[in-house]
């Protein structure tokens, strides 16, 4: 190495070592003048994530609770402690574990399970209004197992023209499109 390089080269390394003090005397002057408002910042953050974990613990804590008092209630329907225990913690599993255990005839708090409640009525009845009214429902999510079971039902009563117009209501990437396909091909000739 020549003398010129050796210079050239402390000159950088001096050059460098100067912008790494310049910017550490920045960071610290930004710092200094940011110094509550970085730190309520940093507070806040660690806040933020510990309250999360602490109520998702705790939400945790009373899914365990509430289902062990369910486990408990269906094995056991006159247990107080379990249907305490789901009174504070989720109403709508104990209503749930009662309408299991034949305490009560309808779920009402919980829509799904009087929906389904009534279905599972209509079709032990035959009642052909009370599909007809849960297929209109746009919150009733077996809608076309309900016109599969209205077009069953027509079928049975002779009512063939009746039965074919009500599975035509049934799309063709439902889950009951095979089942309709086939009363289809049954009606063919009726």
Excluded: R
Excluded at 66 to 94: C, F, G, R
Aim: aromatic share 10%.
């Amino acid at each position: 190495m020549s003398l010129k390089e050796n210079v050239d080269y402390i000159k950088e390394e001096i050059t460098n070592e100067e912008k790494f003090f310049e910017n550490f005397f920045k960071v610290e002057k930004f710092y200094k003048k940011y110094k509550i408002i970085i730190i309520l910042t940093v507070i806040a953050v660690l806040g933020y994530f510990i309250g999360n974990n602490i109520l998702s613990y705790i939400k945790e804590q009373n899914a365990i609770a509430a289902n062990n008092a369910y486990n408990t209630l269906i094995k056991n329907p006159d247990d107080k402690n379990s249907i305490e225990v789901l009174k504070d913690k989720n109403k709508q599993l104990l209503e749930i574990a009662m309408y299991k255990n034949n305490k009560i005839d309808i779920v009402k708090d919980t829509l799904f399970l009087d929906k389904i409640t009534q279905f599972n009525n209509a079709i032990k009845q035959n009642d052909i209004t009370v599909l007809n009214k849960l297929i209109l429902d746009p919150d009733f999510v077996l809608k076309d197992y309900a016109i599969f079971n209205k077009a069953l039902i027509l079928t049975n009563k002779g009512e063939f023209k009746k039965a074919k117009t009500a599975l035509e209501n049934i799309s063709k990437d439902s889950q009951v499109a095979t089942l309709s396909n086939l009363l289809k091909h049954y009606l063919l000739n009726k």
